[in-house]
């Protein structure tokens, strides 16, 4: 096994992995979800670099919580891909827009009542209040 980042395990440390080969497709068919990186495809083949997919517990063992620490990002981004047609889980364009049209209307929501109630003497607001 190769990995790119360093192993919170010592480097003579036994690990039993017990593995099984899947199609490409197979976790999107049974429902379950993708949390970091990718799933299979048909590029995926004898000549290709060698790839794996590994479960939470794993990449938390081997890893620690650096891998895990983008999941709440790529949770949200599959949320609105799946509710939302056409979205994709990292179109980055849509994010922003929408960020920027929510504290636009944040904003709004704030400065309109802020401006009316400027207009208003106190007095009278006192003394009819």
């Given at each position: ?6 192993s ?46 590994v ?31 056409g ?7 849509t994010f ?9 209307v ?24």
């Open positions: 096994m190769i990995t790119t980042g360093p919170l395990l010592p480097g003579d440390a036994a690990v039993p992995i017990d593995w099984r080969s899947v199609s490409p497709g197979y976790f999107n068919t049974m429902g379950v979800p993708l949390l970091h990186g990718r799933d299979s495809t048909d590029a995926d083949g004898a000549d290709a670099p060698r790839v794996m997919i479960s939470p517990a794993t990449a938390r063992k081997f890893w620690g919580d650096a891998i895990l620490s983008a999941v709440p990002f790529q949770a949200l981004g599959r949320a609105v891909s799946s509710l939302v047609f979205v994709r889980v990292h179109d980055a364009a922003t827009f929408v960020a920027v049209a929510l504290v636009s944040a904003f709004a929501a704030c400065l309109i009542p802020a401006f009316r109630a400027s207009r208003v003497d106190p007095l009278v607001a006192l003394r009819h209040g």
